[in-house]
């Protein structure tokens, strides 16, 4: 690893066009930024219990075959929903699931 930085790039380089120095300020004043809030602590553990509840679901729908059962399910989850359990990583994951019993 050498010691010395890189030359400067040439001219005729897109490379100074591609690095402006002037974009995070401009980004910056377009965009401030905010400060990143905490969930309660009660909050992150619904939550938890929400992700765990629906993934030891789907471990149980893995194990049936049938379709049906997977369009009931599906349609409960749709027009009952509970807080805590339309969590995006569990939607794919049954997404997932779908796609590679079906093809």
């Given at each position: 690893m050498?010691?010395?930085p890189?030359?400067?790039p040439r001219s005729c380089s897109p490379a100074p066009r591609a690095f402006d120095?002037?974009?995070p300020r401009v980004l910056v004043s377009a965009i401030p930024l905010q400060p990143i809030q905490l969930p309660e602590q009660s909050k992150v553990w619904d939550t938890?219990?929400?992700l765990l509840d629906t993934l030891e679901q789907l471990s149980v729908l893995?194990?049936?075959p049938d379709l049906s059962t997977w369009v009931v399910v599906g349609t409960?989850?749709?027009w009952?929903?509970?807080p805590n359990q339309s969590l995006a990583y569990?939607?794919?994951a049954f997404q997932l699931y779908m796609k590679m019993e079906l093809f």
């Open positions: 050498s010691r010395f890189p030359p400067p120095p002037q974009f938890l219990a929400g893995m194990e049936i409960l989850r749709i009952q929903p509970r569990v939607r794919s």
